[in-house]
């Protein structure tokens, strides 16, 4: 038996409870992880929520969570692994994520054990601690995937990164920094010192100054928040410049329950069609062992390091996803075992 976080209805983190449930067994091309560390982000938050409805349908769980145990990053060690498996072995230090495809499900991780697909786990840095590793996966993945894959960031690129004080904030304007990018930082007062920190080029607060009034050009911006429109956003803009979007709905208080960002991003999709400075629409995920051995390079050369903001121990997990919730967290939020 182990100790996990379960979750049997959508609700809010008053619906979590620390449980005794069995250890789960590993598939044939499974990895069985004894947690060390994992770490909250906003797709936890739309899990434990089920919102938008629509996620339950995309395979979450209609009723209620497929997965009853919350939590997709990990870092631990490895304790077993299933007959098929080839780059792993017991003892190994590992991260990674707990889930193929799509972030809208639950994934385990929130568990003294937890099981994960071979090909979603790293070896961890020496280097590198349990609770930076276990930060690093969706959130760091998210940045990447948004910057190069649809930003086409290169070297001596303008890039400005809006909500860059956050878990994928951070993320990015390291990442920005590590292709070479100059980076302007947007975020409130109480997170200018951490952008400063993080390497941003020049930080703007956005209590005081909005962006899309400024002189500044970019030739990429990339919008965590989603709190602009293309149009505001094209006006500091470079005539090559792309806007990547990421969006969500500020836990709940969009008012979008049923469809979230979906409407918003088809609309985007068939306005691509029609301006170079918007990404084209692709389905294709990014190969996620590839993307990890990349982020595992910049975390052994310090290009990328973690900024945690709080840790909790397993049974606080629904204080940590109320931290989460308040917006005010700087950097990652992080899970550790007692």
Not at 26 to 51: I, K
Not at 243 to 265: E, F, Q, S
Not at 313 to 324: Q, Y
Request: with cysteine; glycine share 10%; aromatic share 6%.
């Amino acid at each position: 038996m182990m100790k996990a976080i379960v979750q049997h209805r959508y609700g809010t983190a008053d619906d979590l409870e620390l449980r005794e449930i069995q250890v789960p067994t590993p598939a044939a091309h499974e990895v069985l992880v004894r947690v060390r560390a994992a770490s909250m982000h906003a797709d936890v938050w739309h899990v434990v929520t089920g919102q938008p409805y629509v996620l339950r349908l995309m395979g979450a769980g209609l009723r209620k969570p497929k997965n009853p145990v919350p939590g997709t990053d990990v870092a631990g060690v490895v304790e077993s692994v299933g007959k098929a498996v080839t780059r792993f072995r017991p003892g190994d230090d590992v991260f990674g994520e707990t889930i193929r495809g799509m972030q809208w499900i639950h994934g385990g991780a929130f568990a003294e054990f937890v099981t994960a697909p071979e090909d979603g786990l790293v070896l961890k840095p020496a280097a590198v601690t349990f609770e930076q590793a276990a930060a690093v996966p969706t959130s760091a993945l998210i940045a990447l995937m948004n910057l190069r894959d649809f930003g086409r960031i290169r070297a001596g690129q303008r890039v400005l990164i809006n909500g860059a004080g956050g878990a994928v904030g951070s993320m990015a304007v390291q990442l920005a920094k590590a292709f070479g990018a100059e980076v302007a930082a947007v975020d409130c007062t109480e997170k200018l010192e951490l952008l400063h920190a993080l390497g941003a080029d020049h930080v703007i607060d956005y209590t005081t100054t909005d962006f899309t009034k400024g002189a500044g050009r970019y030739n990429l911006i990339l919008d965590i928040p989603g709190n602009h429109s293309f149009t505001q956003c094209q006006r500091v803009l470079t005539p090559e410049g792309i806007w990547v979007l990421v969006a969500h709905d500020n836990y709940g208080k969009g008012r979008h329950r049923c469809l979230g960002a979906i409407p918003r991003m088809l609309a985007l999709m068939v306005r691509a069609l029609f301006t170079r400075q918007l990404p084209r629409a692709t389905f294709k995920l990014p190969d996620r062992q590839k993307a990890l051995a990349l982020l595992t390079q910049l975390l052994e050369t310090g290009q990328l390091t973690p900024h945690i903001d709080r840790t909790f121990p397993l049974a606080e997990v629904p204080a940590a996803l109320r931290h989460l919730q308040t917006g005010r967290a700087r950097g990652k939020i992080v899970i550790t075992m007692d």
